[in-house]
């Protein structure tokens, strides 16, 4: 299983600088990291930043967002990163400035290697001299500023040498209330211990082939698996009866009188079936809030 943490905050808030301190602290230790990193322009200046940090397996995704136009790049290059580097331990993906940190994991839970993958959650680094500014925003990217808040499972409140001692006071209280599960650290050039950082992210055991992204938190994913071909009605019965803190599913799934599988994707009550020319293992990520104990 490869550790897998996603690097999230709003544009310039310090996740490349938190991303190149975590590369060196994880090499140091003994395993190996490696980085799938994401921009929406043809250039990542950042991935040079992290290439002269030292030798770390890298892949771009450039021209588009992780959580839209790039998920399908997003598990491309995924799965050439596992196969290509297969001593990885840790994988540290760091999205664009402006995604979405839910629809970020949900690129990354593809049923084709998320049993590969354990999902520590998300860590969010908070610009708090932003934080202060954020009415200034316009309306949707103060609503994605938050949204990267709300979703952490671990914040660095980052550039607090900006503030005053009583501004840090208020941002810290404020963030903290905002997000009550995360654990938060305040920090200067997003300077922080991954060992405190995997001490306060790691989870209990999880269920065999789940995928848990947080103890504690509501958000969470897991995989259920098919021995045999499913009967395309029922199946879709049993998605109706499901509960609404079912966010999103996808997977692939052989159905009865089909040769080959049929690529499932479910989102906001809308089901999707995509046939493929392929066999495929039958398996499904569902995503969502209580779902541990649903089952086929």
Known sequence: MIDVYLLSG????????LLVQLIEQVKKSGKQPAVLMNEFGEMNIDSQIVEGAGEVPLKELLNGCICCTGAESTEAQLQGLLTDYPEVDVLFIE???????VEALDAVYSPLFAEQLEVKGIITVVDAKRWIDRDKLSPR???LFLEQIR???FMLLNKTDLLTVDELASVTLQVTQFNSY????????AKVDFSYVEKMMNTAA???LAVTSGKGLPLSSKVLTFDKPVNQEHFEEWVRSLPDTVYRMKGYIQLEGSRYSHLFQYAYGMVNWIPEYMQIPSKLVIIGEQIKDIEY
Request: charged share 5%; no cysteine; hydrophobic share 40%.
């Open 206 to 208: 999880a269920p065999k």
């Open 182 to 189: 995360a654990a938060l650290i305040q920090t200067t050039n």
């Open 10 to 17: 709003f544009l310039g808030s310090g996740k490349t600088s």
């Open 95 to 101: 999205t664009t400035g402006a995604a979405h940190p």
């Open 151 to 153: 979703h952490a499972h």
């Open 141 to 143: 990217m103060q609503a």
